[in-house]
C-alpha cells in the first residue's frame, strides 16, 4: 500500500515564503545601506569646494587654480580609493582635465566609464578631453560586452543585485506557496522571476570580469617614445612621440617596461612610469 507524499499545511507555506521575502528585504536593505555608509561625506564636500575655489582662480591666477584642482583631485582620489564609484572618478577625471594633467584626466575618466558605461556626462568629458590631443591616436576599440554594458549600466551594480535578490525571493515564494499540482500560470511566474534573478546577477558578474579585463588598458601621462623593445637602446617603433593622454592596450610586462599595443594595431614598449591604469 502506496502513500502520497506528506504536504505542507497552508499556513506553513505561507510561513515560509514570508521568510524568505522578509530575509530578501533584510539583505537588500543591508546591501544599499554598506553603499551609503561608505561615503566619506565631508571628504567629497571638501573635495568639492577646493575645485571651486580653482573655478573661481581660474581667470586671474591660473597657478593658484591649477594646485586647486591638483588638490581637489587628490582629495577625490583618496575618497575613490574608499568608494570607487564612478562619481567620484568622474569629479576626479574633471579636476584633472582642468589643471591641464590630460593623460591622468583621461584614465579617470576611463575608470568612471568603466562603472558607468550609459553615462552621458562621462562619454562627453572624455570625448572632449581627447579632442584636446596635440595628435590624436585612435583608443582601443570596444568589445562586444563592453556595448553591451551600456544597456544595462543605467543602473549600479547594488541596484541590479537588490533586484536579483528581490526576484529570487519572490520567484522561490511563489513556488513554495503553490500546492500540488502546481498551476502552470504560477509556475511561468516563478521561472520569469528566478530567470530576471539569473539575469540580473549575470549582468554584475560580466561587468566585475569586464573592469578586471579593462585593468590592460593604460593611458600615457607624458609624451613618450614608443621603442621596439623593453629599453632606450631599442629603435623608435614609431617617428613622433606618442603625446599624453594616448591610450593602448598593455600586453606584457617587464622591469621598468611596458608593451603596449594602439588602436591601430601598432605594437611597442613604453616605460612603465609614464603610463597609469584606469
Same mark, same amino acid.
Given at each position: ?119 552621458? &556626462?562621462? !562619454? +562627453? ?5 581627447? #579632442?584636446? @590631443? %596635440?595628435? /590624436?591616436?585612435?583608443?582601443? $576599440?570596444?568589445? *562586444? ?36 499540482? &502546481?498551476? !502552470? +500560470? ?5 521561472? #520569469?522571476? @528566478? %530567470?530576471? /534573478?539569473?539575469?540580473?546577477? $549575470?549582468?554584475? *558578474? ?73
Amino acid at each position: 500500500m502506496t502513500h502520497a507524499p506528506a504536504q505542507a499545511s497552508p499556513s506553513v507555506r505561507m510561513t515560509l515564503a514570508a521568510l524568505l521575502l522578509i530575509a530578501a528585504v533584510v539583505v537588500s536593505a543591508l546591501v544599499a545601506r554598506g553603499r551609503v555608509a561608505s561615503v566619506d561625506a565631508l571628504a567629497v564636500e571638501t573635495a568639492e569646494a577646493t575645485y571651486a575655489e580653482g573655478l573661481a582662480l581660474a581667470k586671474d591666477d591660473p597657478a593658484s587654480a591649477r594646485a586647486r584642482f591638483l588638490e581637489s583631485a587628490a582629495m577625490f582620489a583618496e575618497a575613490a580609493r574608499a568608494d570607487p564609484t564612478a562619481g567620484l572618478h568622474f569629479n576626479r577625471a574633471n579636476a584633472l582635465a582642468r589643471a591641464g594633467e590630460v593623460g591622468h584626466a583621461i584614465a579617470a575618466y576611463r575608470a568612471a566609464a568603466a562603472l558607468a558605461p550609459a553615462d552621458a &556626462r562621462i !562619454a +562627453a568629458n572624455l570625448a572632449a578631453t581627447r #579632442a584636446t @590631443l %596635440a595628435r /590624436s591616436v585612435e583608443p582601443p $576599440s570596444q568589445r *562586444l560586452v563592453e556595448r553591451a554594458a551600456a544597456v544595462w549600466g543605467a543602473f549600479d551594480e547594488s541596484s541590479r543585485w537588490i533586484g536579483a535578490i528581490l526576484l529570487f525571493a519572490v520567484g522561490s515564494a511563489i513556488l513554495v506557496v503553490i500546492e500540488r499540482p &502546481r498551476r !502552470a +500560470a504560477f509556475v511561468t511566474m516563478s521561472c #520569469a522571476a @528566478l %530567470a530576471g /534573478s539569473s539575469l540580473l546577477a $549575470s549582468t554584475v *558578474l560580466l561587468d566585475q570580469w569586464r573592469r578586471a579585463e579593462a585593468s590592460r588598458v593604460v593611458v600615457l601621462v607624458e609624451p613618450t617614445t614608443l621603442r621596439k623593445g623593453n629599453g632606450d637602446g631599442f629603435e623608435p617603433a614609431l617617428v613622433e612621440p606618442l603625446p599624453a593622454g594616448t591610450e593602448a592596450i598593455g600586453t606584457e610586462e617587464r622591469p621598468g617596461w611596458l608593451a603596449i599595443t594602439l588602436g591601430d594595431g601598432t605594437t611597442g614598449w613604453v616605460p612603465t612610469a609614464a603610463t597609469a591604469r584606469p
